[in-house]
């Protein structure tokens, strides 16, 4: 190719960087159609949207983490400023919440959808930048348990909405583990949930064997792996645990807290099945002080934890002298989605346009197909008017290429009579029906055809 | 304040990047309305979503650009990857239909809401980090004239349906000035082209100067001041040029292109008074080749075009030899946000919350409360239970403070007699209705109280 002075033209590989990512239309249009379900399901509970920026001040954004978060953070400096791309979006409302404290009305509730980045080594399905969808409930030096309930409702009302199937909100709480610990003199409980937190992936072997090394009695291993082993329904789980009469401050406080998120979950019409403590739910992360929750698909739980999060005491300690306990959940969108696809679990129907009716004027019937699209536009259709030239081939090819479910001709003697011919593109069926463009249509008969 | 180590803390200042911006709850829900106005009025024109990677290779990103853009963009290097963040949505559409040209059906129709970068110096109203509304046709070799006018009537129910007041789009066609200044001999019209632009800001004088100074003379600058000066209704303004009997087939060109979408525009039921042909607008880029947009808001020409765009002949020149021409516009979302708001323009009311119904569960009636709440949701309010402790005044506040329009008390009277205490914040009002939370709600009384 040659530019106007003649020169051979340079052209660049249109690749994307390595573990980026980006969507045809019809992938396009599944994922936002689920980012809308999460949306409307979040906003039905009063969460309040947020969006921050993605750069945020290197100091700020790493003013807690170190190792492998510092590691996989994207951090420039442009001029003056040392700056960094959020790895999450916790860390940005903790900023928030801290410097708009003021005019902030407490529990501050509100959700996030938006990317977050990590320079991760790329995976199949892990990208380097992602979404996600978080909701956090912020309160102002106390927070009632009761709002850890509540996320549960959230959970299970959006999964529900998102339609993927069973699934199984599993939830613990990080003092009956903490306190379970204690009683048995451990003291570097980080470490220990960490290594609990891994029995799933690692086996009870190499975690017993891990324990082992981390300082634990062969007695306090095997009441570990009892004790993780408690899963199921809340009461018969919650009883069970209440016989082995543990004489610990923090452990019978978090059974009660157990109990109390329980007994609320109830009253937000979750089913008994969709919903059970597990006391192997750890999260890794130490940031988690209270309730932790995982949420798996009964058919696909080697898609792991599709949904995760819970309660923390300070969520801005880095920020402020102002105590703010919170719990939260996030939904790592894209790599559920990619599980999905993969897995075949995406339901709704796969088409590469948003368009309902592609109009299709004949001849010089310009105007009159114009003035029909805009009339049904005003009846709330997405239209379409095919304004390129070729064969009527090359635009019903189109349509069909697209996943145009209708398909309206305007030609002379449709124009002449009133009319448009309206083509069902997936049965092949036709039918010439009488419109009115000027004063509204009568759009029956897409339902008739 | 001391962690758990008894080690004073440091606390880091929350504070944002110079240049970058967020929005408290109150104006993040307007902007979010806004949004979706604009994502509703794409979509109804059947325009694709597309989202790509925020940063891009830097050699894509800048295959292009050079001088000022190269300057304000974010660049940085991550492992071997020479990174930058995208400064607007065209060049990422360029590379992305280049990249999945295979994959797409042309005419390719997407729109992309999304954040851009520049590194600006930062302004009132001009941020580093900001929002931008595209919507792009790209034809696969050739592209209809017409799409050139569905792009007005896309602008025209954009704003209209944005409510922002009575506003212009205007059109013109590089052609017809490109051919005008070829008429006189003038080569270098890029330049040319840039100087007109500045009219507005500059004044005629300077303009004329500068003109001069680019080698046009008294009588082409002449002759330019009086075609820039021509603004109106269409067919007034091409019938007015018409009788200069400019021979140039450029001009020709172009002055039959503007005719014939002035034309078409007709169809998508733009009012006249909407719509001009304004011989000035020019665009600064040389990117645009055919019809160019601007759209001002009538009582408020001080805001500049809130809306612009035009006809390019190659989108992709730099990414593949395909020929790939399109149309399209922008609209620069948080920057007129940003001078909405400070007009007092904003349409909406302003609230810090987007729950319509807030639930206060009174004694022991929780569990009615959150059946209550549950059963509202499912018909479509949001919904929020009050689930944390202190005084009615205390909740009836929080309310208040957020601009939750109803608060319903569920005390023991209520649940007993299978009844709700509904308070209209706005009018003080209260009222104790029956509700049957398990079967659904009789919902009316909100309309009536």
């Known amino acids: 190719m040659s530019n106007s002075s003649g020169e051979k033209k340079h052209i660049v590989t249109p690749s994307l960087p390595s573990g980026f990512n980006e969507y045809l239309p019809s992938d396009q249009i599944l994922f936002n159609s689920m980012i809308e379900t999460i949306r409307k399901s979040y906003e039905s509970f009063g969460f309040v949207p947020l969006d921050t920026p993605v750069i945020e001040r290197a100091e700020v954004l790493l003013a807690k983490s170190g190792g492998d978060t510092e590691k996989q953070v994207y951090r ?7 700056l960094a791309m959020r790895f999450d979006l916790t860390v940005p409302l903790a900023r928030y919440v801290s410097l708009h404290y003021g005019e902030l009305t407490f529990p501050f509730r509100r ?36 709002n850890d309930a509540e996320i549960v409702g959230v959970i299970y009302q959006t999964f529900k909405a998102l339609d993927l199937g069973g699934f199984t909100v599993m939830i613990n ?8 610990f204690e009683s048995f003199g451990v003291t570097n409980i980080t470490e220990v949930l960490r290594a609990v937190d891994r029995l799933d992936k690692a086996g009870p072997e190499a975690v017993s064997k891990e324990l082992g090394e981390l300082g634990l009695s062969s007695e306090c291993i095997e009441a570990t792996l009892k004790l993780v082993a408690l899963c199921g329904k809340p009461s018969e789980v919650i009883g ?19 109990e109390t998120v329980c ?15 597990n006391l192997r739910i750890a999260r890794g992360l130490d940031y988690y002080t209270g309730t932790v929750y995982e949420t798996f698909l009964n058919d696909h739980p080697e898609l792991g934890s599709i949904c995760s999060g819970g309660r923390y005491d300070e969520l801005a300690s880095n920020y402020t002298n102002q105590k703010l306990p919170g719990v939260g959940i996030a939904i790592g969108l894209s790599r559920l989605f990619s599980q999905l696809k993969e897995s075949g679990l995406l339901r709704g129907t796969e088409r590469s346009s948003v368009t309902d009716v592609l109009v299709v004027p004949m001849d010089d019937c310009l105007d009159y197909a114009l003035k029909t699209a805009s009339a049904m536009r005003r009846r709330g259709y997405s239209v379409e008017t ?45 039918k010439t029906v009488p419109i009115d463009p000027e004063n509204g249509l009568n759009l029956s008969f897409l339902s008739e055809i």
Chains 1, 2 share one sequence.
């Open 76 to 82: 420039f400096t442009k001029g003056d400023s040392d």
């Open 240 to 258: 069970e645990i209440k016989t082995w009469n543990i004489d610990n401050t923090l452990f019978n406080e978090g059974l009660s807290e157990l």
């Open 111 to 146: 959700y996030h959808i938006g990317r977050v980045y990590r320079g991760e080594r790329p995976q199949k399905g892990r990208y380097r930048e992602f979404y996600q969808c978080d909701i956090d409930i912020v309160g102002n030096g106390t927070l009632s348990i009761l």
């Open 173 to 180: 709480n990080r003092k009956v583990l903490g306190g379970f």
């Open 263 to 277: 007994s609320a979950v109830k009253g937000y019409g979750v089913p008994e099945d969709c919903f059970k403590v």
């Open 386 to 430: 095919y304004l390129n030239g070729g064969k009527m081939a090359k635009k019903m090819g189109y349509a069909d290429k697209l996943g145009i479910p209708f398909v309206l001709v305007c030609g002379e003697s449709e124009r002449d009579d009133g009319t448009v011919t309206v083509k069902n593109m997936a049965t092949g069926e036709q």
